[in-house]
């Protein structure tokens, strides 16, 4: 199965869906209230997947749903929809535009198209695996990295990574700045951050503990824009995959990345 014209359609709507839902929130009362993961949830969010689960429902009524916010709608069609309305709550109630809705589509079980929207600025990235990313209707690429050493590097936070996994993260990091950590990777940016990865603003993101919702839309984006995604072992991501996430801008720097994360930071 192939994504169609329609599936692509259907992306930008719902893009423009949880865009128009999620606006009227940014910088005003949000109904801010924690989970029981501990993680934020807003109206924000809420109308937002509301708002994309019902146009789903209408066009491909046989498509499964995995949503953040509203959970699992079973489906027999081979296809899933897996939407994040915002991907990067903290940073939605804190004001600044650098989260993002996710828009994921997988046929049988395999990232096949993804829209990155970041409603506030009016930035939506659009892939499709085997064809090009487009950033506003327009291709966009990623960049060459001709070292690991110098490579922009980003992750959201380091308090996402458990003990073991920071360790390994410190070791990409000192890899990547030639064992000086003064600067240290970008922090920040969530989804955001493989949106500027696609379009040559940033080398390498990673991430751990990631869920099918903060991911799927992530791999077409990336792919489409000349980059490439995978586990810490360097596994392709699918439905089965672990939390542990890789994006390099360069495709040419993965297996020097995996390396630098398989090393303790000791």
């Given at each position: 199965m192939r994504v169609s014209p329609a599936d692509i359609a259907l992306a930008n709507r719902l893009a423009d869906a949880a865009g128009a839902a999620i606006r009227p929130y940014f910088r005003r009362p949000h109904g801010l209230e924690t989970?029981?993961?501990h993680s934020p949830v807003t109206l924000a969010d809420r109308a937002a997947e509301a708002a994309m689960r019902t146009l789903i429902e209408r066009a491909f009524p046989e498509d499964a749903i995995i949503g953040e916010e509203?959970?699992?709608r079973a489906g027999n069609s081979g296809r899933t929809w897996v939407l994040d309305p915002i991907d990067g709550t903290r940073a939605f109630v804190s004001g600044?535009?650098?989260?993002?809705?996710?828009?994921?589509l997988m046929i049988d079980d395999w990232p096949m198209l993804g829209v990155i929207d970041q409603?506030?600025?009016q930035e939506r990235w659009l892939?499709?695996?085997?064809?090009p990313t487009l950033f506003n209707g327009s291709p966009t690429k990623t960049r060459v990295c001709?070292?690991?050493?110098?490579a922009a590097l980003a992750t959201t936070s380091p308090h996402l990574f458990d003990?073991?996994?920071?360790?390994?993260f410190v070791a990409l990091a000192r890899a990547v700045a030639g064992g000086k950590l003064r600067q240290g990777p970008i922090y920040g940016g969530d989804c955001y951050n493989y949106a500027c990865l696609a379009s040559g603003q940033l080398d390498i993101v990673v991430e751990a503990g990631l869920k099918i919702h903060d991911f799927a839309a992530l791999v077409p984006v990336v792919e489409g824009a000349g980059g490439r995604m995978c586990d810490w072992h360097g596994d392709p991501l699918t439905a089965d995959s672990g939390g542990q996430v890789i994006a390099a801008g360069d495709p040419a720097r993965i297996e020097e990345i995996?390396?630098?994360l398989a090393c303790h930071g000791h």
């Open positions: 989970k029981a993961d509203y959970g699992i600044r535009p650098i989260f993002g809705t996710l828009i994921g409603p506030i600025l892939g499709v695996i085997g064809k001709p070292d690991l050493g110098g003990e073991h996994e920071a360790d390994h995996v390396e630098a």
